[in-house]
């Protein structure tokens, strides 16, 4: 058995208003840097989520945001959470990419998904076919990009994306990992075992996420697939305090919705996260409500990341 990655802890900034932080326009790239220079002290990676718009709030770009750390952040590695294939021409993409690797010096980390949110798809004038037909999009742009990232000149005939002694250089060195985002279970899951380095899943509760897993692994066996070849990472916004009162109290009626965050104090955190870990995740990907404040941040520092040092 291959011996265990040590767990990481990633921090995912807001790109702008998301019903979680308190979002400040005029001040936003001010506190994020704040923030952020705190975070780049403790955590080993930052994740980027990608939409255009969310409701009426303010929003930064994905990339533009994601390139702005890779040039302030030099020691952690950088990642999308995840890139919406349809909003990006996946050849255009795939040279993103390999240019944000070389610049970057080989922290990079391609987060992708079908992508879901109708609403921004329409108002942006993009077309939205059947969760069938994204996942299908989806798969071609990842065979497509890595076909520009290893052929010289590249060739790829899809129904979806063609490239034609396209060119891709410099190639990426190393090789950039491809994370899939979501969970489900015919389609997506079957794209995870064919095509992904890394996977983000987006169920919670550890009865939902072994039967997921159990999914995964059986799509593995189908295609021949070692399924510890994948890495497997967790998205999770952390609302915590010094009791549960104070933390569910924050937390609100957010604690009702179908993604529900965790909330509570520092001894309780360590062990949801335990139990996280002991399925097979050794990445987290956080999300802390006090920004433009740290409260949540320092106290995890403080409390919850020595557990998992």
């Not at 010289?152 to 490239?163: C, I, S």
């Not at 335990?274 to 404040?293: A, M, N, R, T, Y």
């Amino acid at each position: 058995m291959a011996a265990r990655r040590p767990v990481e802890f990633g921090y995912n900034p807001p790109a702008g208003e998301r019903g979680i932080e308190r979002i400040v326009p005029r001040t936003f790239v001010q506190d994020l840097q704040g923030v952020c220079d705190y975070a780049s002290q403790h955590f080993s990676s930052f994740w980027v989520p990608d939409h255009f718009m969310r409701g009426d709030g303010f929003r930064m770009e994905c990339w533009t945001q994601l390139t702005w750390l890779a040039a302030r952040y030099p020691r952690q590695q950088l990642g999308t959470i995840v890139i919406g294939n349809s909003y990006r021409h996946p050849p255009l993409l795939a040279k993103m990419a390999a240019s944000l690797q070389t610049f970057s010096g080989g922290r990079f980390v391609l987060g992708y998904g079908a992508g879901w949110l109708e609403e921004e798809y329409r108002a942006y004038g993009y077309d939205f076919p059947s969760a069938r037909v994204r996942i299908a999009q989806m798969v071609e742009g990842i065979e497509a990009m890595r076909a520009l990232w290893n052929q010289v000149p590249a060739n790829y005939q899809g129904q979806y994306y063609q490239v034609t002694e396209a060119r891709c250089e410099p190639r990426p060195d190393p090789p950039i990992p491809v994370l899939i985002g979501g969970d489900g279970e015919k389609y997506l899951l079957r794209a995870v075992a064919e095509h992904a380095d890394w996977w983000l899943p987006f169920s919670r509760g550890t009865d939902t996420l072994k039967h997921k897993i159990a999914v995964l692994h059986d799509h593995c066996r189908t295609v021949g697939r070692d399924p510890a070849t994948i890495r497997m990472t967790y998205p999770l916004t952390v609302f915590l305090a010094r009791t549960r009162q104070e933390a569910e109290g924050r937390a609100g009626r957010r604690l009702e919705s179908n993604d529900p965050p965790f909330a509570g104090e520092p001894a309780a955190l360590v062990a949801h996260l335990q139990e996280i870990v002991d399925l097979g995740f050794d990445l987290f990907q956080l999300v802390f409500p006090s920004f433009p404040e740290t409260d949540d941040m320092r106290l995890f520092v403080d409390e919850v990341l020595p557990a998992f040092r």
